[in-house]
């Protein structure tokens, strides 16, 4: 499970550099992403489905994106988009299309309502942490900044 997170870290990292998001944020993004594969997989092996995997892993990541977003000063578009790549169903799309292009519509048609169902689930994912408000995530933004500043303050 370990090297699937790194492989997820790294596809978004990837995504990150080819869509311009800031240098500074790579890293956070590619953690997000780590921590959206991560909490997937758990849900999988937790046997909760692909689709309410989906779900809790879109809500933890749209959560953490917001945290980052909070604390780093950056719209949460550029951690939620960029974590998010791992999770969406590319291969199911994918097997939709070949099954009906081979003419197998049963298969086609199975696939086809699993990476909806899968998309679907993100989508909510997604609502359900954006509905929360924002100044809990503001307050956390503070606190950091509070605490850098007490830091500097050390410092000299």
């Not at 997937?40 to 689709?51: A, D």
């Not at 199911?92 to 519509?105: A, P, V």
């Not at 699993?114 to 509905?131: N, R, S």
Request: with cysteine; aromatic share 12%.
């Amino acid at each position: 499970m370990m090297i699937e997170i790194i492989v997820a870290m790294v596809s978004v990292l990837a995504f990150g550099v080819s869509f311009h998001i800031p240098k500074s944020e790579y890293l956070y993004c590619a953690l997000n992403g780590g921590i959206g594969w991560a909490v997937y997989r758990l849900c999988l092996n937790c046997s909760f489905g692909p689709t309410a995997s989906a779900l809790w892993a879109t809500l933890v990541l749209t959560l953490a994106a917001r945290v980052l977003s909070a604390v780093r000063k950056m719209p949460s578009t550029v951690f939620l988009i960029a974590g998010i790549f791992s999770l969406v169903p590319g291969s199911g799309i994918y097997y939709t299309s070949y099954y009906l292009i081979r003419n197998e519509l049963s298969q086609g048609s199975a696939k086809g309502i699993e990476t909806f169902k899968i998309a679907g689930a993100i989508v909510l994912g997604i609502i359900f942490g954006l509905a929360l408000p924002q100044n809990w995530f503001n307050y956390l933004g503070r606190i950091t900044e509070r605490r850098q500043k007490k830091q500097e303050e050390e410092k000299n």
